[in-house]
């Protein structure tokens, strides 16, 4: 007879999953017209992608990938250290730091693996590391393999930052924060934060993943939408940006002082032990950081979707209990509270062919469970439109039903 192994307990561990319905399940998607996606063989208006300023399927970045791959192959062969950094990929790191007036930049593959990179090769055992609350995974995850010490501040809590960064006699301190919050749409107090990190001598490590390209002048992102650019560049920051989001391509940079990006190409283990993102990519990337600096209507027409988006549903969910959240960003989350009824109204608008998901704990608090509406420029004002009627049905629904409930 074999002996019991662990292994055999996985089918009853992954069922153990359905109840709660937290079993994770991919859609097949391609992409349709505009912001429309063929999700699993059905065409549906998506409000759920990251591409903000609807670069993702450009021409002109489809072009500029193809020339990459035609110049370079579609392989880079090798880690940046070693034989992977391509000319393309140089010259990608230039404009970069150029476009968000920093000193240097470093291109890496993913954001998820600049993060957890980075963290762990500024700071180490006998260290800190402060954090929001509400941080994207990877700055969690990047903060843990450091062995730092990690002290979590309540979200954009500054005086309880102050107090944790008073008490702390780490030699290193570093501050970590997403810029733009991920699933609020948020922005962080950067210049509070970097006042704080001045006065107790810590660096901020900011994560632009939902500004770059969206927010300040031209798409330069949240660092230079609060003010900090190019000479008022703080030593203290180490701005760090996804660019598969706005950007509309892959791969994410960090930016910052010279002797600080000199310190990360030393010291990132992601980045030293893995291959180099291919060139194809960088060529997209140059092709999108054009569109991003000399297409301001991108950015105009996104602000006019999400003024639109919200005037429409404070007028129809007034009464329904359902509310936006206070965010500025493409980002609007709609706050539902209990996690079934935001499930509810996520398979009523898949019905009514519009694709929103319902983002529940653990991602977010206990009791927030809310639909993630992403708005992006490849939008029109009538799809935003189609949004705000099936939701005001759908909120009117929700309320009669309650009302059932309560006085059946
Ligand atoms: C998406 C995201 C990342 C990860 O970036 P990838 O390039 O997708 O790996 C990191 N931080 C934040 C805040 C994000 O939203």
Redesign the pocket.
């Given at each position: 007879m074999t002996p019991p192994s662990w292994l055999d307990a996985f089918p009853a561990r992954l069922a153990e999953l359905d109840p709660g319905h937290l079993r994770r399940q991919r859609h097949v998607v391609t992409p349709g017209s505009g912001a429309r996606l063929n999700v699993d063989g059905q065409a549906m208006l998506a409000f759920c992608s990251?591409d903000y300023l609807g670069l993702a399927t450009h021409p002109a970045l489809v072009q500029a990938a193809c020339d990459g791959a035609r110049a370079y192959g579609v392989g880079s062969g090798g880690s940046p250290l070693v034989s992977g950094h391509s000319a393309a990929n140089a010259s990608l790191e230039q404009a970069l730091a150029t476009f968000v007036g920093l000193e240097r930049a470093l291109y890496f593959y993913?954001?998820?693996?600049?993060?957890i990179g980075i963290i762990p090769a500024l700071v180490g055992a006998g260290d800190a590391v402060f954090s929001d609350a509400l941080n994207?995974a990877?700055?969690i995850d990047g903060a843990r393999l450091s062995r730092a010490r990690i002290h979590r501040y309540a979200h954009a809590d500054l005086a309880a930052l102050d107090s944790q960064l008073s008490q702390s006699s780490a030699p290193r301190k570093l501050v970590i924060t997403?810029a733009v919050f991920?699933m609020d749409g948020d922005s962080a107090d950067i210049a509070g934060l970097l006042a704080l990190c001045e006065r107790h001598d810590a660096l901020l490590l900011l994560?632009d993943?939902?500004g770059f390209g969206v927010l300040g002048p031209q798409g330069r992102g949240s660092l230079a939408a609060a003010g900090f650019h190019a000479v008022q560049a703080s030593r203290r920051v180490l701005y760090m940006a996804?660019?598969?989001?706005a950007a509309g391509v892959?791969?994410?940079f960090v930016a910052g002082p010279g002797v600080l990006v000199e310190w990360l190409l030393q010291k990132t283990r992601s980045y030293i032990f893995a291959t180099a993102a291919p060139a194809l990519l960088a060529t997209a990337l140059r092709a999108s950081l054009q569109l991003i600096e000399h297409e301001n209507w991108r950015r105009i027409h996104l602000e006019v979707l999400i003024a639109r988006l919200r005037s429409g549903l404070s007028a129809g969910l007034q009464g329904s209990g359902w509310q936006l959240s206070d965010s500025k960003t493409a980002i609007q989350p709609l706050l539902i509270g209990r996690n079934d009824v935001a499930l509810a109204a996520m398979e009523g608008l898949r019905q009514r062919g519009i694709w929103v998901p319902a983002i529940r704990p653990p991602t977010v608090p206990e009791g927030t469970a809310r639909l993630r509406i992403a708005l992006s420029a490849a939008h029109t004002e009538g799809d935003v439109d189609l949004l705000i009627d099936a939701l005001t049905a759908l909120a009117r629904a929700s309320c009669r039903h309650r009302a059932d409930e309560l006085f059946s």
């Open positions: 990251n993913a954001g998820y693996a600049a993060n994207h990877c700055l997403d991920s994560d993943a939902h996804t660019l598969g989001k892959a791969g994410a």
